[in-house]
């Protein structure tokens, strides 16, 4: 079964601290993966994808494979980081995305 | 270009009552696909429209059901409204393929009383 955990409802930290979203997957084949964000009151935008290996806003995620994981990492948080973030897996057809629960970051001053 | 835009913004409805979302897709989007998002939960698939079409359909009743126009937009539908249809509806829309980047409207609020 398709699938995506994101163990964590509420990560709170620090600014200036490092930061670490968990995501696993169940997925057989080779799997699509996104990070998705949600600001206070804003649409739900797309933060970055594996295959582009980019990082934005400071933010990068890495696929591995064999811990079935697509964790998002940041060095330093910053409190306009506070947010919603969504780990979400595309399925083999394209286009349907299963998602996490999703992960409120909290940044405090 | 206005991105996925979606219609009404909030709504209220009551049990049984049925009740129509629209969207429009991003410009040079082909394919419009469906999320229930209940409070507190990540978005939920609906289902998938292309080429006027029913591509995919996600874990709904028939009650559930849409519709693609030949200018790309989209409507859903919901029959025989229930309480816990109350939730966020969101439109996404893309270019159909794998590992194309899905795009979201800023939904649709529906509360059902």
């Known amino acids: 079964a398709q699938r995506v955990t994101q163990p964590e409802k509420l990560l709170s930290v620090f600014k200036g601290a490092p930061v670490e979203l968990k995501c696993n997957y169940s997925?057989?084949?080779?799997?699509?993966l996104f990070w998705y964000v949600q600001y206070s009151r804003q649409r739900l935008q797309l933060l970055l994808r594996?295959?582009s290996r980019e990082s934005i806003k400071g933010f990068t995620a890495d696929l591995n494979k064999g811990e079935t994981s697509f964790h998002l990492k940041k060095p330093f948080a910053q409190e306009e980081d506070s947010a919603m973030y969504y780990c979400?897996?595309?399925?083999?057809?394209?286009?349907?995305?299963?998602f996490g629960q999703g992960t409120e970051l909290s940044v405090k001053p | 270009d206005a991105g996925v835009t979606q219609s009404p913004t909030h709504l209220i409805k009551t049990r049984g009552q049925q009740v129509t979302l629209r969207c429009s897709p991003k410009?040079?989007?082909?394919?419009v696909s469906w999320y229930q998002q209940a409070l507190g939960q990540g978005p939920q698939f609906i289902f998938q429209?292309?080429?006027?079409?029913?591509?995919q359909r996600g874990n709904f009743p028939d009650r559930f059901s849409g519709h693609q126009f030949p200018n790309y937009s989209s409507e859903l539908n919901v029959n025989a409204l229930l309480l816990g249809d109350s939730a966020l509806y969101l439109c996404?829309?893309?270019?159909?393929?794998?590992?194309?980047?899905?795009?979201f409207g800023e939904g649709s609020w529906l509360t059902v009383v």
């Open positions: 410009s040079g989007h082909d394919t």
């Open positions: 997925y057989s084949g080779s799997p699509e």
């Open positions: 594996h295959i």
């Open positions: 979400a897996l595309e399925d083999n057809q394209g286009g349907k995305l299963i």
């Open positions: 429209y292309y080429e006027e079409e029913e591509r």
């Open positions: 996404a829309s893309s270019r159909l393929g794998r590992g194309n980047t899905i795009y």
